[in-house]
């Protein structure tokens, strides 16, 4: 139900409530050398070497000098910022493309060193940057003593947040015109700063990775009025709103802290990354609110009823003085601070937590904006009629929170089908159907599935045929989710795009047999390897064997599962870890959906994992959802069957013994490939693989 705010006269008397310590506490405000001086002594800026971890730590007070100028009006603070900022920028390095970022977080690889600079890292200390700037070309004397700084941090930040990035291809577009930001598909090798593939590593960002570089780009636009930052923007944050999950009986709203878009995110039924509220870290979602409003105060995206839902829902965290998450799932709440504009009591929560010099540049920044933006005025806007709200319905999410057509564009010319993604939370019958562009006309039923009571995903495919037609008939439609009272819809497109030339090899027919002994060169077309090759450390016949540092893929078929049997020598190197967390080597099969269902080495406090094997189907809940197998392990080469020939009686097995344990829902009724990834006790070795397709 709708609940009434305090009306504005409140937040005025707010404002004159805080300006009446104003003087006395601006003239006693903190000393900026001594503030930097304390800033400096933080071990972290040390011991964090240069990468993104450096910059979360640095980031941390990196503002505070910008607060205090606003607060007090002290052209000293931006000078004690040049000096912080000459700090964190003296550890830029360039990448092989010749662009800065923080360069770090080494990986360890068959004995080369890999790093790389991220979208979020990046960001994190240029948003700063051009904030300096936007205060500094507001005022001529600043601008005088400061400008060249200043013109300095605005070409890093586009350098570094939108012409790298953007050339790198890391930010993605779908037809409907929602962006986003991936990881890159290369890391740096430091040794001889040149790039290594790693097409693994491509996965969309979290969700608040987005929104740091979206202030950045938010921030660009203030200052250089440019509609291509604009453009971004309203794509990035108008996703942020598209895909909230609202709960209409409380007229509030919370989101997922990653959410899928390309479709490099799915793996088979489940998506690449989990999708929920964050069950332990409650700052993500508090930084998130204070982003979404910087984009308000731009003038874009967000209204005020959004922010009148966001402060029911913090609201609703704090339970009798114990927080909860936004979604009541976890005691994961935290305030959030950046209402505190807005709303009586998350300010009266906020101004008491407030202590030291920090605290009192907060709670004096806080005045200084309330009395420069009183009410529900817009800090940076000073025409209203160029104020652009991104206007998306809110979609119910409490059981169905998370829908997702990947990708959104059916191309008849390449006929490769897209994955009508979902997350379940509820038990019941999961609908998906086809309707008209407008929403008004049902085409038809897509799928019918019947859903368990806890998180569940799916994917089905969908080839673009309209079932109204039984045709692939171009133009725009709705596909819509539904389960129980709850129903969400996306748009799709089905047009005849671009013939793409299979890049796989030819499925495997009826009859046919395919033996790899890895004695002879792979079949490049089949084999898709990335930290794997031929070896003569560990070998079971012959005198080679494969060896898996990362992944290894051997494709026989495509978008339909085929009955085959198939035997494969595996390498067990007798790892042990105890009751404790790790996960080991796995092999098994990738199906047509493109689910990982494997064997695997897994320790958990509830699982053997030092004496039997484990089996995991990725599409259950990627690898989180272990079951053990009841096979025990057996140190040394063992031959492991997987044999699909009679779907309704899969037996996976080894010298061992057979698997006992299989689930119904989760066990493939075939198979399109071999799937073989190494783990903790690695490396893996595969040895004289047999796949059987049986005639009909």
Known sequence: MNRKFKPLRALLLAVLALLVIESAAWAQQPDPARYLQGVMRNPRLRNTGTGEGFTWHARSAAEDFLDAYEAYQNPEWLAKAVEYYSFYLAKLQKDPDGYEGWIGDPISKEGATLATDTVV????????????????????????????????????????????????????????????????????????????????????????????????????????????????????????????????????????????????????????????????????????????????????????????????????MNQNGKWRSADDTSDAGTLWSALARFDEKIRTQYLSGLRGDGGQISRDYL???????????????????????????????????????????????????????????????????LLSADGKEVLGTLREINVGKGTEYNAPFWDGTNPKTGNKDLGQYTVRWTLGDESRVAPVWVKVGQKRESTGPAAMAAGQTLKVDFEQALDQERWSLDGASVSDEQVKNGSKALKIERTATLRFGEFRDLPVKITMWVHDSGAKFGKGGAQGPAWGVVTAEGDQFCVVQMWRPYLSGDTQYSWVNTGENQWFSPHPSRVNRKEGWNLWTFDFTDPAAVKISSDSGAVSTLSAKFTPKGAVGIYLLNGKGGPLYIDDITVEYPEK
């Open 367 to 433: 005045a200084a904006v309330m009395k420069k933006a009183p009410g529900w005025k817009r800090r940076y806007v000073s025409d209203e009629s160029k104020v652009e709200v991104v206007n998306v319905p809110m979609q119910p999410g409490r059981h169905l929170t998370m829908s997702q057509a990947i990708p959104d564009l059916v191309e008849t010319a390449s006929e490769v089908p897209i994955k009508l993604a979902c997350q379940t939370r509820k038990e019941g019958t999961l609908k998906i159907e």
């Open 121 to 316: 890292g990046d960001a994190l200390l240029s948003a700063p940057l051009v904030r300096f700037a936007e205060i500094v070309y507001a005022n001529p004397e600043l601008k005088a003593r400061f400008g060249a700084k200043a013109d300095e941090y605005v070409a890093l930040a586009t350098r570094i947040c939108w012409e790298k990035f953007n050339k790198r291809g890391q930010y993605y577009e779908d037809t409907a015109g929602w962006g986003s930001y991936h990881t890159h598909n290369k890391l740096i090798d430091v040794n001889t700063n040149k790039w290594v593939e790693v097409p693994s590593n491509v996965i969309s960002d979290n969700l608040n990775k987005h929104y740091t570089i979206g202030v950045v780009i938010a921030r660009l636009y203030r200052v250089t009025g440019k509609p291509e930052y604009r453009e971004r923007v309203l794509k990035v944050f108008g996703r942020a709103k598209q895909m909230m999950r609202y709960l209409p009986d409380e007229d509030r709203v919370v989101w997922n802290f990653w959410m899928p878009h390309g479709p490099y995110d799915i793996a088979g039924r489940a998506p690449r990354s989990w999708v929920a509220v964050h069950p332990s870290r409650p700052g993500y979602q508090a930084g998130e609110v204070g982003k979404f409003l910087e984009i308000y105060d731009t003038g874009l995206v967000f209204d005020q009823q959004d922010f009148e839902r966001m402060i029911r829902t913090n609201h609703f």
